[in-house]
């Protein structure tokens, strides 16, 4: 694990340097097909292995507990400070401005994860292509 | 939804591949799996470092802004927590999934790679089916829940897939509390993941 964190943070220093050059785009355009192999070789490995394929139904039971026992549990823990946190009804204080600067450079960007997903492109349309929907 | 889509697809098309054994012997090898590895942390770097959202967070640090995300992350790992109690998991391995916070590929192939092909796959749908479960319950829950609960459901997928739906069912006035809140999450994803990975 210590390998592809480091990667994270050469990555990151290498995107601070480098912010004007094509390498941003070229990493970009990159992730989806990247992600798109390293699945297909995860599905390929699982495929392959029968006995993680006779489990297959039992995962999923698993998998569907831990979604909803992690959106429960969020639910609860936000309720319970609910009163402590800044929502739009209240006010904020500080940041809004900020993240809405972020929002319109984001929205400005031609692509790129985590481009907003409503934002409207010179045609008006929704871009739904947007590397942003990569989860 | 159109990519998460494609991404499933490709996973689906592996499975049957993989069940037919339709490459040859030593195509999908590990040491392959690694450099892709490597190579998609290193773009997520990239994407970190070029871009605005690492100032725009340093930027709008505050405390109380900062609890919201901080609650959902606690929420989600004491619920994932909580299913060590019933699976045959451990704490680390079911808290690993949880730390997806809905972003299933990532957490998936660090998981993988980390050596647990099973959990990696219980990763993957887990998280996908929390991207789904928070996309289809969203227009329901703010019925009964109050905005911040509302969002606090989707993890970290409230400023792309879910992020239209929460803000024509909660209106506009939330817009910058989802992306606040997915971008804090969206970061902290790999550093989480491998964090409890190194536990098992």
């Known amino acids: ?135 | 939804m159109k990519a998460s889509l494609i991404i499933v697809g490709f996973f689906v098309l592996g499975i049957v591949s993989g069940v037919f054994h339709v490459l040859p012997e030593g195509w999908v090898t590990d040491e392959a799996c690694i450099g892709l590895l490597l190579a998609l942390m290193l773009a997520i770097g990239i994407g970190m470092g070029s871009g605005d959202r690492l100032r725009a967070i340093l930027r709008s640090l505050s405390p109380r802004l900062l609890l919201f995300p901080l609650a959902t992350t606690v929420g989600t790992f004491l619920g994932a927590a909580a299913c060590a109690l019933v699976l045959t998991w451990s704490v680390w391995q079911c808290l690993a999934v949880g730390a997806g916070f809905a972003y299933y590929s990532l957490s998936s192939v660090l998981i993988s790679q980390a050596g647990h092909l099973e959990l990696g796959t219980v990763a993957l749908i887990s998280n996908i089916l929390r991207e789904a479960i928070a996309l289809v319950l969203i227009p329901f829950a703010v019925k009964f829940l109050p905005g911040h609960a509302v969002i606090s459901m989707a993890g970290c997928t409230t400023m792309d897939t879910t992020f239209p739906v929460l803000v024509r069912t909660l209106g506009m006035d939330w817009a910058f509390v989802c992306i606040l809140h997915a971008m804090v999450l969206d970061f902290s994803v790999p550093f989480w993941v491998a964090f409890y990975c190194s536990f098992f």
């Open chain 1, 1 to 135: 694990m210590f390998l592809p964190i480091s990667c994270i943070f050469i990555g990151i220093a290498l995107g601070l340097l480098l912010k004007r050059t094509a390498l941003p785009k070229l990493a970009d355009r990159l992730f989806m097909p990247i992600v798109c192999a390293l699945l297909f070789a995860m599905g390929y490995v699982t495929g392959g292995n029968a006995e993680l394929m006779a489990n297959l139904p039992t995962l999923g039971l698993q998998a569907l507990l831990l979604a909803g026992a992690t959106i429960v549990g969020s639910v609860l823990c936000v309720c319970l400070i609910g009163r402590f946190l800044p929502s739009p009804e209240g006010g904020f204080k500080g940041g809004a401005k900020a993240c809405a600067e972020a929002r319109s450079k984001a929205c400005a960007a031609p692509s790129g994860k985590g481009r907003p997903a409503d934002c409207d492109d010179a045609s008006g349309r929704k871009d739904e292509s947007a590397p942003g929907g990569i989860r």
